[in-house]
């Protein structure tokens, strides 16, 4: 009786899960630990305003975070990411602004566009054989090249297109509950996350995103598709990146070409902080999750306390460093 490569990756799945359980209680104990220490600090920390305002900024790297998630479970990387979400906004720009169509083309428009960069990413690495950090990076300066070509240079705002700002900055909860204003932006996030963590989880491509990271050579060796499977996870985390641009693009209400370099950076330190792996094989959407809440309130905290800008970027900078360092240890010591 023959064993299936996803038969087999099973208990593996279930020992990643239980590694990364560990890691998800110390960036949640983390979280903890700022918002106190920022709440002692300032009192205008805890105010329901400036919560809003940091669940908010969340919204956006928590959707990034969920798409970097899926493409570093595979031992990949995704540095395109921020670019590829204004990219989708830019698009979805051209679709409600200049052609003038109905609102759910649009969004129609960004998730597919998203998917569709993610194909070609996933391609790129899967078919060509170029690593991962190259050729996302050469598909981040094409759609930054891109972007600014279809917008003319010109943020491309979305004043004509009724109910488009209330994507993200509408709240459909503070309707019913005024004291709980929360944006719907929030509601997208945790609505990508469930059903991310569920394919992750629960379906073969989830369980073939783990195989992929934890030995590639093992699953091709297995008669499996390999890249296929690589290609259609790039494509998922993709549409993803979509939902994200149409987040930022309806929360600004318009298209900022010039907009998107450093998200992706930020997205890559909230998913290792949150547990996941960079050498691939483990992760999970809750740790991303986690992750981008600490560096959405480690950035409003320093704000609210009135650091410069140029000091917050520093503090992230090390940040990323510090989460790669940790990534590391934890490496050694499983090995």
Not at 2 to 13: C, G, N, R, W
Not at 158 to 173: A, Y
Not at 192 to 206: D, H, P, Q, S
Not at 250 to 262: C, I, V, W
Request: proline share 4%; charged share 10%.
């Amino acid at each position: 009786m023959t064993t299936s490569p996803l038969d087999a990756s099973q208990p593996v799945v279930s020992r990643i899960i239980a590694a990364v359980a560990h890691q998800r209680v110390l960036a949640f104990a983390s979280l903890v630990v700022l918002l106190i220490g920022f709440s002692i600090a300032s009192p205008n920390f805890m105010q329901t305003s400036n919560m809003i305002a940091i669940l908010q900024a969340t919204s956006v790297n928590g959707v990034l975070a969920i798409a970097v998630t899926l493409v570093i479970i595979t031992g990949g990387i995704d540095l395109s990411v921020g670019t590829m979400m204004t990219f989708c906004a830019v698009i979805t720009g051209v679709v409600l602004t200049y052609a003038g169509l109905p609102l759910f083309l649009g969004v129609i428009a960004a998730v597919l566009t998203g998917a569709l960069c993610g194909l070609c990413s996933g391609s790129f690495v899967a078919k060509m054989a170029i690593p991962p950090f190259i050729a996302t990076l050469g598909m981040m300066l094409i759609l930054k090249g891109l972007s600014l070509v279809i917008s003319g240079t010109r943020p491309i705002y979305f004043n004509d297109t009724p109910g488009f700002s209330e994507i993200s900055r509408g709240s459909l909860i503070g309707e019913v509950f005024p004291a709980l204003p929360i944006p719907n932006g929030v509601l997208i996030l945790f609505l990508v996350a469930g059903v991310a963590a569920y394919i992750l989880n629960r379906t073969v491509l989830g369980r073939y995103c783990f195989a992929l990271g934890s030995n590639e050579e093992s699953v091709r060796l297995s008669g499996v598709n390999t890249d296929r499977w690589k290609i259609a996870i790039y494509a998922l985390s993709g549409a993803i990146v979509g939902i994200a641009g149409l987040l930022i693009a309806s929360r600004l209400n318009s298209a900022q070409p010039a907009l998107g370099l450093g998200y992706e950076l930020e997205a890559i330190a909230a998913v290792v902080i949150g547990g996941t792996s960079l050498s691939g094989g483990r992760g999970s959407i809750l740790g991303s999750l986690i992750g981008a809440l600490i560096m959405a309130v480690l950035t409003n905290g320093l704000r609210v306390l009135s650091v410069a800008q140029e000091w917050q970027t520093v503090v992230t900078g090390a940040i990323i460093i510090l989460a790669v360092y940790a990534d590391m240890m934890r490496r050694k010591k499983g090995s």
